[in-house]
């Protein structure tokens, strides 16, 4: 397992724009899939957007395509999660996560998490 820290969360008008990010420690991201899913009061946890830290591929869930983007940072081992054109409906806890082997958007592959940053887009 990798100990992961999030932060950048916050709140944000309808329209804006936030960044989180995710920062392993303990070990390194090579050969991780890291992903983002998020939680919103009395919902289950959905996938966000993923990458694969080896080739950086990307992935995104239909609801953030074209709006989020996730990217890395091999010098610092850190993942990020841009945020643009947030909606109410993007109100969540956004947890990172990550597992040996590649990506997957599957919330029980993974075996780290981060504790959650809360993310509050006001309408």
């Known amino acids: 397992q990798v100990q992961l820290v999030e932060s950048g969360g916050g709140l944000v008008q309808a329209g804006g724009s936030l960044r989180v990010s995710c920062t392993a420690s303990?070990?390194?991201?090579?050969?991780?899939?890291v992903a983002w899913f998020r939680q919103a009061p009395g919902k289950e946890r959905v996938f966000v957007a993923c990458?694969?830290?080896?080739?950086?591929?990307?992935y995104y869930a239909n609801s953030v395509r074209g709006r989020f983007t996730i990217s890395r940072d091999n010098a610092k081992n850190t993942v990020y999660l841009q945020m643009n054109s947030l909606k109410p409906d993007d109100t969540a806890v956004y947890y990172c996560?990550?597992?040996?082997?590649?990506?997957?958007?599957?919330?029980?592959?993974?075996?780290?998490w981060g504790q959650g940053t809360q993310v509050t887009v006001s309408s």
């Open positions: 303990g070990r390194t991201f090579s050969n991780y899939g």
């Open positions: 996560a990550a597992r040996a082997g590649g990506w997957s958007i599957l919330p029980v592959d993974f075996d780290s």
């Open positions: 990458i694969s830290w080896s080739d950086g591929g990307t």
